[in-house]
T-cell receptor, first 112, second 114 residues
Framework: AQTVTQSQPEMSVQEAETVTLSCTYD???????LFWYKQPPSRQMILVIR??????QNATENRFSVNFQKAAKSFSLKISDSQLGDAAMYFC?????????FGQGTELSVKP | DTEVTQTPKHLVMGMTNKKSLKCEQH?????MYWYKQKAKKPPELMFV???????INESVPSRFSPECPNSSLLNLHLHALQPEDSALYLC?????????????FGAGSRLTVL
């Protein structure tokens, strides 16, 4: 079964600091995609970052970067220089065969 | 246009009512999705349409009936719902090819069943 595990239900970070959200997944496939989606209280799910499994280089989008460890099936998200607008539920997701499988989410709060 | 638009934003219905949720996108995406999301939980896939044909039905009860009249429009018809069906219903769409797995989501329709 395809599973995605986010072991931190809640996390908190001080504004301007760095925080890392963890994610592990389980798959027997060699070709797949990994994502981090953000869902603020406004509830619209927004893509934060995307990683193709065949690429060794870690994806980066401005203040957001990932640490992709394929052998360990780990896909953590690092948010640098945290801003108040980063407060949201963050979902790690895995896809293969047309289905997007979400983890349980990590609720991130940002303290001013 | 880079948006997925969902209407209505909020819907309250009784268990005997018939209502519909609507989703629209004009990005040329050929895959469209319905997800159900409970509070503080991840979205759960309900249906996937690809090229206007139903390709995935995640064993959803028949009181939910999807419809894809054209490549830009996706409906979810609701009938005889139960209070436990109260949730946020998210629509999403995606391109084909390498970007097929990147979903663009709408803001959702908050459904309350009394």
């Amino acid at each position: 079964a395809q599973t995605v595990t986010q072991s931190q239900p809640e996390m908190s970070v001080q504004e301007a600091e760095t925080v890392t959200l963890s994610c592990t997944y389980d798959t027997s496939e060699s070709d797949y995609y990994l994502f981090w989606y953000k869902q603020p209280p406004s509830r619209q799910m927004i893509l934060v970052i995307r990683q193709e499994a065949y690429k060794q280089q870690n994806a980066t989008e401005n203040r957001f970067s990932v640490n992709f460890q394929k052998a360990a099936k780990s896909f953590s998200l690092k948010i640098s220089d945290s801003q108040l607008g980063d407060a949201a539920m963050y979902f790690c997701a895995y896809t293969q065969g047309g289905k997007l499988i979400f983890g349980q989410g990590t609720e991130l709060s940002v303290k001013p | 246009d880079t948006e997925v638009t969902q209407t209505p934003k909020h819907l309250v219905m009784g268990m005997t009512n018939k209502k519909s949720l609507k989703c629209e996108q004009h990005m040329g995406h050929r895959a469209m999705y319905w997800y159900k999301q409970k509070a503080k939980k991840p979205p759960e896939l309900m249906f996937v349409y690809s090229y206007e044909k139903l390709s995935i039905n995640e064993s959803v009860p028949s009181r939910f009936s999807p419809e894809c009249p054209n490549s830009s429009l996706l409906n979810l018809h609701l009938h005889a719902l139960q209070p436990e069906d109260s949730a946020l219903y998210l629509c999403a769409s995606s391109q084909e090819g390498p970007w097929a797995n990147v979903l663009t989501f709408g803001a959702g329709s908050r459904l309350t069943v009394l």
